[in-house]
T-cell receptor, first 111, second 114 residues
Framework: DVKVTQSSRYLVKRTGEKVFLECVQD?????MFWYRQDPGLGLRLIYF???????EKGDIPEGYSVSREKKERFSLILESASTNQTSMYLC??????????FGSGTRLTVV | KQEVTQIPAALSVPEGENLVLNCSFT??????LQWFRQDPGKGLTSLLL?????REQTSGRLNASLDKSSGRSTLYIAASQPGDSATYLC?????????????FGSGTRLSIRP
């Protein structure tokens, strides 16, 4: 089975901090995604990547950046964390069958 | 209008019942259709993936069907158990390219009473 691992389950950061959320997949998938999930708003796509060093903006990229230096790792970066970025962050990878596999999520709280 | 609609939004049934969760789409161009389960505070777990050329998929007590002509998918859960309590999300893929996106429904929150 494909495994998508998010390095942290819970994070608490201060306003203005630079925050790194890490995601690793073990099945050599080309496509990886970062979503945030908020009550009443569902899942919203932040960024995605379809190859190493390639990235595309999703629906809500403002305040975020990403890095994909290796195929298996896709990092989400909050350059200067703000309280409105408190959310559940979900990483996913997509296989050749276009099926998605999600990680267990990172609950980020910005205080 | 929502691209992917799930009805009902919440459902509570006694243990042992067979139940059906519904998912409908506004766009008739169907590529993949995927059902997920999400437990509170956790990530999404993939349950079933239906490719565009398929009509249904089965895994254990779960069966998902896809009717492209009506723009609907159903998830059938047989002999429900308290451990099935979770939110169930359907998602449809919009194309087969690197930039293709997946669109999620808002979910059905299922509660199975012992």
């Amino acid at each position: 089975d494909v495994k998508v691992t998010q390095s942290s389950r819970y994070l608490v950061k201060r306003t203005g901090e630079k925050v790194f959320l890490e995601c690793v997949q073990d099945m050599d998938h080309e496509n990886m995604f970062w979503y945030r999930q908020d009550p009443g708003l569902g899942l919203r796509l932040i960024y995605f990547s379809y190859d190493v060093k390639m990235k595309e903006k999703g629906d809500i990229p403002e305040g975020y950046s990403v890095s994909r230096e290796k195929k298996e790792r896709f990092s989400l970066i909050l350059e200067s964390a703000s309280t409105n970025q408190t959310s559940m962050y979900l990483c996913a990878s997509r296989g050749d069958d276009y099926g998605y596999t999600f990680g267990s999520g990172t609950r980020l709280t910005v205080v | 209008k929502q691209e992917v609609t799930q009805i009902p939004a919440a459902l509570s049934v006694p243990e042992g019942e067979n139940l059906v969760l519904n998912c409908s789409f506004t766009d008739s161009a169907i590529y993949n259709l995927q059902w997920f389960r999400q437990d509170p505070g956790k990530g999404l777990t993939s349950l079933l993936l239906i490719q565009s050329s398929q009509r249904e998929q089965t895994s254990g007590r779960l069966n998902a069907s896809l009717d492209k002509s009506s723009g609907r998918s159903t998830l059938y859960i047989a002999a429900s158990q308290p451990g099935d309590s979770a939110t169930y999300l359907c998602a449809r893929l919009k194309g087969y390219s690197s930039a293709s996106k997946i669109i999620f429904g808002s979910g059905t929150r299922l509660s199975i009473r012992p």
